[in-house]
């Protein structure tokens, strides 16, 4: 999809603190819970799943 202004902003959420990144791409959605548990397992696939969903939407 097209890179948003606000895009860089999320992304320095979602290194932060990866579901805050989430949230603000979709909201309380699926991709929320689950950045919320890939972040409780590891702290780097939580990022990486926040890059992918901001990126990808």
Do not use: C, Q, R, S
């Amino acid at each position: 999809m097209a890179f948003t202004a606000t895009d860089p902003i999320k992304m320095i959420f979602a290194v932060l603190l990866p579901p805050l990144g989430v949230f603000l791409e979709v909201g309380l959605k699926g991709h929320f819970w689950l950045n919320i548990l890939l972040t409780l397992f590891g702290f780097i696939p939580g990022i990486i799943h926040a890059f992918y969903v901001i990126l990808k939407h």
